[in-house]
């Protein structure tokens, strides 16, 4: 059974400074006058959320530019601050890396809101231990066991056991994970869950032990810039980071490293109707599967008001699963299979626009 949404939303002062980039971007965006065709188009729209896709999502935005001179705004706040700014009306849409329940969206919105799947990446397990160079193996019982706090330093029998070739020094293991809502958080304690060592606090504060950091960027470089440091992020920011990440042993117990080839494998166990309901791509059963697997989602109000702005949208989003996947590979997302593209593509197309129906009087 799928669990809820349930991530906490960023510190009320975030959410503020949020709010003040979004009014500027709108500002700007109708205040500055045309003062010739190269001038930053007036159209535009905005939305914020998960951390996980970024790097593919700026790309986009000056991909998109390009093709429809049309400006897309993304803020890279997480996914719960996401859904929380488009309950508000505050954003066009919202980018989360959880599928919401069919009751989470039934509430946004006039009429409530459809989700629909951008990409997939790996969830990479980022380390930082001096004096090792290559990629460790770790399985799931020994990461459930350090992000639990159980196992505290890289030379415990659970890791140099897996690993015999390698010499680790005894060093304390530095936890670092997401310090706010985030479906990226949601995936990997997915994975780690049903383990002997996975002993969360309660489904709202995940992390027993640890640093926290906002977003995959601060993960990624808490992780840079300390010594013993472990952390999870999508596979750019580790690539970005110039981190190394571990090999994750498989459903069948074989060591496999974030690919998109072993992305790709894992998207293959999943059919179109399953998709909404699982956290995550998480220990499958397929070999040469990468066994942590993020979905990415746009969420998008089934009615928008005004008439251009809701073309606008649903422009943008066929493009995004149609042309725009041709930007993924770049970055190690992996686009969603063909059969999955045509299904959202033609929700896609059922947004409608005008104002919101009067409900029937009592």
């Known amino acids: ?17 949020v709010l003040l980039v979004l009014l500027v971007l709108g500002l700007a965006a109708c205040g500055r006058p045309d003062r010739s065709q190269s001038a930053e188009p007036r159209q535009a729209l905005t939305g914020a959320g998960a951390t996980f896709p970024y790097p593919l999502y700026s790309r ?20 719960a601050e996401g859904i929380r700014l488009l309950t508000a009306g505050t954003i066009d849409f919202a980018g989360s890396d959880l599928p919401l329940s069919p009751r989470a969206l039934d509430s946004l919105g006039c009429g409530g809101a459809i989700q629909v799947p951008t990409v997939a990446g790996a969830v990479a397990i980022a380390y930082h231990i001096p004096g090792v160079d290559t990629l460790i193996t770790l399985d799931r019982e020994s990461l459930a066991g350090i992000f639990s706090g159980r196992i505290v330093r890289w030379d415990a029998p659970e890791i140099t056991r897996q690993n015999p070739t390698f010499t680790f020094p005894p060093l304390r293991i530095r936890v670092v994970h997401r310090s706010s809502g985030s479906g990226t958080s949601a995936a990997f304690a997915a994975y780690l869950r049903g383990t002997r060592s996975w002993h969360p606090r309660s489904d709202d504060e995940i992390w027993p032990v640890g640093i926290a950091e906002e977003g995959n960027e601060g993960v990624a470089a808490r992780v840079r810039q300390t010594r013993g440091a472990i952390g999870y992020m999508e596979i750019a920011y580790a690539r970005q980071n110039l981190l190394r990440t571990a090999r994750i042993a498989d459903a069948g117990g074989h060591p496999v490293a974030p690919s998109v080839a072993g992305v790709r494998k894992a998207l293959e166990s999943v059919p179109v109707t399953h998709l909404e309901q699982a956290e995550a791509v998480v220990n499958s059963r397929v070999p040469g599967a990468y066994p942590i697997v ?8 089934k009615r928008i008001a005004e008439p251009a702005r809701r073309d606008r949208a649903v422009a943008f989003l066929h493009w995004a699963l149609t042309d725009g996947t041709g930007d993924a590979g770049a970055l190690e997302y992996v686009p969603l299979p063909r059969e999955t593209i045509t299904h959202y593509d033609s929700l896609v197309g059922t947004i409608a626009s005008g104002a919101c129906p009067k409900a029937p009087s009592p």
């Open 1 to 17: 059974m799928r669990r809820p949404f349930s991530e906490r939303v960023v510190t009320p002062v975030r959410a503020v400074l």
């Open 60 to 79: 986009w935005t000056s991909s998109y530019l390009q093709q429809a001179d049309v400006r897309i705004n993304y803020l890279s706040v997480g996914s």
């Open 294 to 301: 993020a979905i990415s989602w746009f969420v998008v109000p």
